[in-house]
């Protein structure tokens, strides 16, 4: 069987904690499972910083490029907050997302049964959750020009970033949108703020013709953003498909996590356009989570979203779905044992730290 190539890069902070689970994982999948993965490993973030004085190294860059799928673990931390700008551990996942042309990042916020009478919200609110958020990854805001701070000579100095979108950001990121609903519930939300975004105006009109030209069969809404955050919280069952700008799906998502039980919980996938010959296309697998400064290095991360970031590699990379399926059925099975991290703890539960949470599910899924 030809190799499947991964790049790991763990990262800073709960990101190595988290990536161990998923190699854990790789060997055992090898090994009673033939998958035949080969691994190779990097730095990026605030290690790459340390040994070479930049977020991500050009060699690592380039097997990020060359590799079949990216597992990418979280990056930054309190160490490097002096740190010039540019080098700053986020700016290597930024040049990943960027150099890669990662457009597409899925974020998909599901609720486990287990975990719905745990939720800082009301059960009936979140149970049954499924949403998928789907958010614009190389444009607007993060990356737009000018972005600086200028000195304006009179003690005062001004911060500058640029939301920039054109058509085809717009039109390829709703067309993932809209054919990702039809393997849904068939029905996109877009947000934007075109009360008082100019970005925001040709999103809406772009959005729209999108799914006029091509896509008028799956349901189309559009509501601000911010209205989103708060309808998100109201009530998020009424959305499928959100599909939104880098800035807004970065927050958003976020919020999306919550209702799930934690940040920990949420995994996602950068996906690039499907090669013209090849068909294959560009990926970087990643939890919506960061470093997570606070718990690092005492072995109580919840690596769920990282091992979800993984089954979503194994559907969307290597079209491996019923390992996939298998290895998503898994973590369920081992929250409704009811095993949980710090994080998504409640009275009767057993709490368990990472590794023994990895273990776990691991033992399900090969079981
Ligand atoms: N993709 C990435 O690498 C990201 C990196 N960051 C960076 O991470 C650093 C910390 O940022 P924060 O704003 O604190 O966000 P964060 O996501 O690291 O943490 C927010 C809160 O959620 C908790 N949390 C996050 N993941 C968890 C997990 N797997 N298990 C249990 N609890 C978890 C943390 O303990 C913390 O209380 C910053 O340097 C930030 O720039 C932030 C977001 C994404
Ligand atoms: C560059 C990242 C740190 C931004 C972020 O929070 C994210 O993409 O989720
Ligand atoms: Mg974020």
Known sequence: MASKNLFLLAGDGIGPEAMAEVKKLIAAMNDKLGSGFATDEGLVGGCAYDAHGAAISDADMEKAMAADAVLFGAVGGPKWDKVPYEVRPEAGLLRLRKDMELFANLRPAICYPALAASSSLKQEVVEGLDILIVRELTG??????PKEIIDLGNGQKRGIDTQVYDTFEIERISGVAFELARTRRNHVTSME???????GVLWNEVVSQTHKAKFSDVKLDHMLADAGGMQLVRWPKQFDVIVTDNLFGDMLSD?????????????SASLGAPDVKTKKRKALYEPVHGSAPDIAGKGIANPI??????AMCLRYSFGMVAEADKLEAAIAAVLDDGLRTKDIFSAG????????????IIAKFLG
């Open 140 to 145: 607007g805001v993060y990356f737009g020009e």
């Open 193 to 199: 703020k075109r009360n008082v975004m100019k970005s």
């Open 255 to 267: 919020v999306a996590a919550m209702l799930t039980g934690s940040l920990g919980m949420l995994p």
């Open 305 to 310: 979203a990282m091992i979800a970031s993984f």
């Open 349 to 360: 539960m057993k709490e368990v730290g990472t590794t023994e949470m990895g273990d776990a």
